[in-house]
């Protein structure tokens, strides 16, 4: 296993996000739509929100990168992610999906299979019990919160890229970012970010900035995760004895201050390659 704590084009990823602005098309749910816009706009991006059927293929092909969430799913939006999904695949935009709370329904499992059969896409991003569902592997959901005793973050996540044949993140207390081959492994973080409500849905469209700006979708996330983590690391180091609430506005205003400096001293990063 190998470091990549000297590699600099993960910190400068961020100064490349933050010179481009990349327009972040999101369909999400909606318990963290406004945490979400005010996320990417701290980071250096630009949110557009829109679930229309009439609207989202045209937003889709206007944006540098799409993201589809089914934390509040219902047949309408599924219905919206899927065109948004194939105008996007058509422009050659980057699709990240965020299977949130795969596994707790029928429903719920049934939309995410039947987007992977319709769109082509780029990153999925989510907890290791909700990859496994949606890789077909058996693991406890309880509401939309991963209660898997999994421990072997590595091991799903590459079975679940080689089955959905794309990369996959899969966070927790480190995260694993893989294309089935490759594995990266990111330390940074807080575990207070457990007790934000968006926290980890935040975290996916600010994957989708990074990788607009990144054709090498692993190295976009690891940056990604890495900046994100830092943020939230240097909030609790600031104010340690802070409290959920606080943290979620002091965490969007260290998104906005964390710097290329930043991301480059405290990066977390380690690379696995395949055999």
């Given at each position: ?24 098309h ?5 318990v963290?739509?406004n ?23 045209e ?8 993201v589809?969430?089914i ?13 948004a999904?194939?105008a ?29 059969q319709?769109?082509?896409?780029t ?19 309880k509401?939309?919160?991963s209660v898997?005793?999994?421990e ?12 959905i ?24 973080g ?24 990144e ?15 830092i ?17 979620q ?7 906005s ?14 690379e696995?390659?395949?055999?």
């Open positions: 296993m190998t470091s990549l704590k000297n590699r600099p084009e993960v910190e400068e990823l961020l100064a490349r996000l933050r010179e481009s602005s990349p327009l972040i999101n369909i999400t749910n909606v963290v739509t945490f979400t816009a005010n996320g990417l706009l701290a980071i250096g991006a630009s949110p557009v929100m829109a679930y229309a059927k009439e609207e989202v293929a937003m889709a092909r206007a944006a540098d990168a799409l589809l969430n934390g509040t799913l219902n047949a309408d939006n599924v219905e919206s992610m899927i065109i999904g194939k996007a695949n058509a422009a050659n935009t980057p699709v990240i999906l965020d299977p949130v709370g795969a596994g707790a329904t029928s429903f719920r499992t049934a939309s995410i299979q039947r987007i992977l319709e769109v082509k896409i990153l999925l991003r989510g907890n290791a019990a909700e990859t496994a569902n949606v890789a077909g592997m058996k693991a406890k959901i509401g939309v919160d898997s005793s999994l072997d973050h590595a091991g799903i996540a590459v079975k679940a890229s080689k089955i044949g794309a990369p996959v993140c899969i966070t927790g207390e480190k995260d694993v970012v893989t294309d089935g081959q490759t594995v990266y492994y990111v330390g940074n807080h575990p207070i970010m457990t007790k934000v409500t968006g926290a980890g849905c935040l975290l996916s469209s600010v994957l989708a900035a990074f990788i607009a700006v054709q090498d979708v692993l190295l976009a996330a690891a940056a990604g995760l890495a900046a994100y983590g943020a939230a690391e240097k909030v609790v180091h600031n104010k340690p004895d802070i409290g959920p609430g606080s943290f506005t002091a965490f969007l205003d260290e998104l201050r964390i710097d290329v400096e930043d991301v480059k001293k405290y990066k977390k990063i380690e696995q390659a395949g055999e």
